[in-house]
């Protein structure tokens, strides 16, 4: 999805960042951050892409930046009285590490789902951690309940002007590096480290276009834009942990507003495949958000050739459990594998005939299982150079009376039905079928079988994490009861994200 920002002429709310940005105090904890071209992505778009390498700073992340100059401007009152902060990471590093410096207490909330990496490193800072909470806002209730409970000093992570500030000092940084630039890709999760940059390039350099870029699941900004005013999403996904953020800050859109041109969305798997660009231009293993902005450019970049561009490469803690699963779902991402359904007659040299098509394609699996005694579904993985290999196989599947169905984006068959074995149930009129999420941590499966009570049978289950922060969840579940939206309106009270995919073709093609 793109949105285009009708911004302001005038730097009403934004003007005052200059002076701001001038005067901050990051340097006395953060570094000035190489920009370097991404040979590879250049190659694969057609454009000069650069990345504001903020993976390189301290704490691999941006977030030193505003959480110190912030702290640093507070009153000796209010560092006596110790700091207080939420976050799902990275913020929580800056403002620790920023304490510890200034040698004040600091308590961060982190939710419960937060990477272990990021927690250690918190800890190591010397900072108090109290985990709390599925995502952001669970934890940032608790914290804001605990401040005013302890009477401490609250940090925003990015709805405040010293934290908008001390971000904006990679916009100048941008600038003071001489290089020019046709647009620059900043991610955003409440908006600090958009509202920062653009503040600072829109009034010096009004050529250079400013996209600022989020996750699907969790773009609060674009929503915004869209309402013409802030709104907060009902729900989030928070694979991208660093900019899981339900609502975008009130001191953030003032300045996007006035200094954004445009808002681009991008999925999971576009975010996966850019953390797959970064390592293999840097060597360097981005954390999901941080590659959010690559994953924006090259959305861009499918439209735009011979342009110089950046993206901010904005932080690299990832935990380590998230690679196979990065590595995965990035292939999605760079549409470089598709998964076919594909009909077969049940019958000897159906499997030869069907090889033949494929004839020295990367074959990345291949599913079978009997339908009846005529006709058999077979799933595969493969992978394609390009779309114009794509379109030639399947015109090859079609000559040769192959009926098949492209699941490339199908997502119980991405999430589930590649790694489920066994049969078909016997009796299915009453089974339906709906998908979910749980949060990764102890309990959480007990908590919905016990929410979900002894009133339904489950028929069929299937649960599947490879380091995300919410695991993928497939349930089947038997239902006699007259009113079909009892079920549904019973599982909504659990707490958990379902919806319903009885309808859904990979379900009954190999499932039902």
Not at 164 to 176: N, P, R, S, W, Y
Not at 461 to 479: C, P, Q, T, W
């Amino acid at each position: 999805m793109r949105i285009k920002n009708n911004k302001s002429k005038h730097f009403t709310k934004s003007k005052k960042y200059i002076s701001l940005i001038k005067k901050s105090f990051v340097y006395e904890v953060a570094s000035v951050t190489p920009i370097t071209e991404a040979i590879n992505l250049s190659k694969k778009t057609g454009n000069k892409v650069c990345l504001k390498r903020e993976d390189l700073q301290p704490i691999f992340s941006f977030k030193n930046r505003g959480s110190y100059n912030k702290i640093k401007h507070l009153n000796n009152t209010e560092k006596e009285k110790g700091v207080i902060a939420a976050s799902a990471g990275n913020h929580a590093q800056g403002v620790a590490s920023a304490c510890q410096k200034l040698k004040i207490k600091c308590l961060i909330v982190m939710p419960e789902t937060t990477p272990e990496i990021k927690i250690k490193a918190v800890k190591g800072f010397k900072a108090s951690v109290i985990l709390h909470g599925d995502n952001y806002d669970q934890a940032l209730a608790h914290a804001k309940k605990l401040c005013k409970k302890e009477n401490r000093t609250f940090i925003d992570p990015f709805d405040d002007p010293y934290t908008i500030a001390g971000q904006g000092t990679v916009g100048k940084e941008i600038l003071d590096s001489g290089m020019d630039f046709d647009a620059i890709f900043v991610p955003v999760g409440g908006g600090g480290l958009l509202a920062g940059i653009s503040a600072w390039i829109s009034q010096k350099n009004k050529k250079t276009k400013i996209f600022g870029v989020e996750v699907d699941d969790s773009a609060c900004l674009a929503a915004a834009m869209q309402a013409g005013k802030r709104v907060r999403l009902k729900s989030i996904g928070i694979f991208a942990d660093g900019v899981a953020v339900a609502q975008v800050g009130k001191h953030n859109l003032e300045v996007i507003k006035e200094c954004v041109d445009e808002v681009i969305t991008v999925s999971i798997d576009e975010v996966c495949a850019g953390v797959k660009d970064i390592f293999e231009d840097t060597r360097v293993l981005s954390e999901p958000a941080g590659a959010v902005a690559v994953a924006g450019l090259k959305k861009y970049a499918a439209r735009a050739k011979n342009k110089n561009l950046l993206a901010i490469s904005s932080g690299a803690n990832l935990n380590f459990d998230r690679i196979s699963y990065i590595a995965e779902r990035s292939e999605l991402g760079e549409e470089s594998e598709k998964i076919l359904s594909i009909q077969i007659p049940e019958k000897s040299g159906s499997f030869l005939r069907l090889c033949k098509i494929f004839g020295k394609s990367q074959i990345t699996e291949f599913n079978y299982r009997m339908s009846d005694s005529t006709i058999a579904q077979v799933l595969v993985g493969i992978k394609i150079k390009d779309l114009k290999t794509f379109t030639g196989l399947k015109e090859r599947l079609t000559s040769k009376k192959f009926n098949f169905k492209d699941l490339t984006k199908n997502d119980i068959s991405n999430d589930h039905l590649r790694y489920m074995v066994g049969g078909r149930k016997i009796s299915t009129n009453n089974e339906r079928l709906f998908r979910g999420e749980f949060p990764e941590r102890p309990g959480a499966l007990l908590d919905f079988l016990e929410s979900l009570g002894n009133k339904w049978n489950i028929s069929l289950f299937h649960y599947r994490n490879l380091g995300s922060a919410f695991g993928k969840v497939l349930v089947g579940i038997e239902d006699n009861s007259a009113n079909n939206k009892k079920l549904l309106k019973h599982l909504h009270k659990t707490g958990y994200n379902f919806s319903e995919e009885t309808n859904n073709i990979a379900y009954k093609q190999y499932l039902k």
